[in-house]
């Protein structure tokens, strides 16, 4: 194999390895998840560059903690994001800098007539640690070539800093006006003589809980609080040939009910939705990917709606 079809395998095969986080869903817990392959091993010393577009209409503003029941969002933005890799105690890690922005417009029928509001601006800054603790050795890109994985095991740690546009007399806001943490535990499974096999299949299971902090100028009230909100991600993906491969996706989000002024609203949440990927090798430096999810089932307070996010991952 030369090297520019090995280059295009491995591009193809980590697809959007570096990304790990999604726009649009600021804070924590994600309403679209991580994406399928987003820890799969890369080589030392990986720097990326992923710029991200996000469609979707539901009840969510910029998150799961923002869902509005009976309300309308249409979400449309981007995001800007570095990824570095680096190496601890010999297994391969990565830092990510993400910086979102978009428009979040919200209509709601009362008495028969439309109402409608929007906010655009600047989104939450999200920090994001990823640490290989099994399965993820630092690998220079010879070694990467050669390397048959299987069982991966990876420590995710994220902030959410609160730099985002926000008014509490809006319906819908980019910012959340809190800090928040999410902490999550991606594991995988490879079936495959290497990354580079055109026939690569990967099980991969992401728990994550994230925690919120207090709102101090709420829409309502003086002060609310927000239960954790707790995800169990899964991907099942496939490499069709050297440069393309697809995954069938699926997202179960629960909890996150708020309290305003020491009052339970009564809103906890639970959402089930399924979604699919697909993955292309542009050229030896540049991929792209192409996710759709859809809610299939949730509780009244629950996510609703589809989201299509559109991923491309430049090579620095």
């Known amino acids: 194999m030369s090297r520019r079809a090995r280059d295009a395998a491995w591009r193809a095969t980590l697809g959007a390895c570096s990304a790990l986080s999604c726009l649009l869903h600021t804070p924590p817990a994600q309403a679209q998840g991580e994406g399928p392959r987003a820890y799969a091993l890369a080589p030392e010393g990986s720097q990326l560059l992923n710029?991200?577009?996000?469609?979707?209409?539901?009840?969510?503003?910029?998150?799961?903690?923002?869902a509005i029941p009976g309300a309308k969002v249409d979400l449309h933005g981007g995001i800007i994001e570095y990824?570095?890799?680096?190496?601890?105690?010999?297994?391969?890690?990565?830092?990510?800098?993400?910086?979102?922005?978009?428009?979040?417009?919200?209509s709601v029928t009362v008495g028969g007539v439309a109402q409608v509001d929007s906010s655009s601006g600047i989104g939450d800054m999200q920090i994001t640690g990823a640490f290989g603790v099994m399965g993820s050795p630092a690998l220079q890109e010879k070694e990467y070539e050669n390397y048959q994985p299987r069982f991966a095991l990876t420590v995710l740690t994220r902030v959410y800093l609160p730099t985002g546009a926000y008014d509490r007399s809006a319906p819908v806001n980019l910012g959340q006006n809190r800090w928040a943490l999410q902490l999550g535990l991606p594991l995988a499974w490879y079936l495959g003589r290497s990354f580079l096999d055109p026939h690569l299949t990967s099980f991969e299971l992401l728990p994550s809980v994230t925690w919120y902090g207090a709102n101090n100028e709420p829409a309502q009230g003086y002060h609310s609080s927000q239960a954790p909100i707790v995800q169990l991600e899964?991907?099942?993906?496939?490499n069709l040939?050297?440069?393309?491969?697809?995954?069938?996706?699926?997202?179960?989000?629960?909890?996150g009910e708020t309290t305003t002024d020491g009052v339970s609203d009564h809103n906890r949440q639970r959402s089930f939705q399924l979604g699919g990927t697909v993955s292309v090798a542009v050229s030896d430096t540049v991929s792209t990917s192409l996710s759709y999810t859809d809610a299939i089932s949730r509780n009244y307070s629950g996510v609703s709606g589809h989201t299509i996010r559109i991923v491309a991952e430049f090579a620095l």
């Open 51 to 66: 710029i991200y577009g996000e469609f979707g209409h539901g009840d969510a503003s910029f998150d799961p903690g923002s």
């Open 83 to 106: 990824s570095h890799g680096f190496v601890i105690r010999a297994n391969a890690g990565s830092l990510l800098v993400s910086l979102p922005a978009g428009e979040a417009r919200r």
């Open 234 to 238: 899964t991907h099942l993906t496939r």
């Open 241 to 255: 040939n050297p440069s393309l491969w697809v995954s069938f996706d699926s997202l179960i989000i629960d909890g």
